[in-house]
C-alpha cells in the first residue's frame, strides 16, 4: 500500500509570521497537533508541533502573571520555533517504508509533497489505524499466534488448510522468530471455533503460542 491512500490531504497549515498564540489557537480548532509551515509562495519551510509551543512556554511557577506570558506568546512567531529541517516523502511512498523513517529517526509526522507543493501528512496515528486494518481489530474472529519453520511454502499450506474447511481468513501478519529459522505469524479467522482453528493448526506449525476470540 502506498501513503497516498492513507495520507490525510490538505492538512492544516501555519505561515512564518503567524504568532504562536494564533498557531496554538489554530490547532486547538482544528484538533492537530502539528502544522507544516508554508512560506508566501506555499513552499514548505518547516513543521511546528504542540511541544514546541509547550516547551517555549513559560512555567506557571515563574513570576510572569497570565498577562505577561500572553503577551511574550504573542510576540514569539512560528519561524521561532519551527523545525526546520524536516524530512518529507511523496504520495508513492510505501506505508512500511513511511513507518521506518518515522521510527528510525523519531518523527510524530511526515509531510506529503508532490513537485515540491504540500498535499498532505501522515502521522503517527495514522500509522496506528494501518495496524488496526492490518491486525484486523474492527472486526470479531479466533486470533492466533503460532511458531512455524522458515520455509517456502509454509503459509500457502496453512492458507489451503483454512480455505478447505470454508473458513474466512481476515489478516494474515508474519514476524521474526526466536532465530532465523523461525517465523512467528499471527492470523485472524471468522467462521470457526477456537478449537476447530487448534485442530487445523496443530499438524501445520510448530507450536501454537496464543489463540483467543476477540
Known sequence: ???????????????????????????????????????????LVGIISEKDILYATPSPASSLSIHEMAYLLSKLTVKQLMSKDVV??????T??????????????????????????????SDMFKILLELFGA???GVRVSFLVQDKIGTIASIATAFA???IDIITFGTFMGNDPST??????????????VIDILKPLVSEILDVREV
Do not use: W, Y
Request: charged share 30%; glycine share 4%.
Open 1 to 43: 500500500m502506498i501513503i497516498e491512500r492513507r495520507m490525510t490531504r490538505n492538512p492544516v497549515t501555519a505561515t512564518p509570521e503567524m504568532s504562536i498564540a494564533e498557531a496554538s489557537a489554530l490547532m486547538k480548532k482544528e484538533k492537530v497537533h502539528r502544522l507544516p509551515v508554508l512560506n508566501k509562495e506555499r513552499k
Open 88 to 93: 518529507t516523502i511523496t504520495k508513492d511512498t
Open 95 to 124: 506505508v512500511e517504508e513511511a513507518a521506518r523513517l518515522m521510527v528510525d529517526q523519531d518523527l510524530s509526522c511526515l509531510p506529503v509533497l508532490e513537485d515540491g507543493r504540500l498535499i498532505g501528512i501522515v502521522s503517527k
Open 138 to 140: 474492527r472486526h470479531f
Open 164 to 166: 478447505k474447511e470454508g
Open 183 to 196: 517465523s512467528i505469524l499471527t492470523i485472524k479467522v471468522q467462521g470457526a471455533s477456537v478449537q476447530k
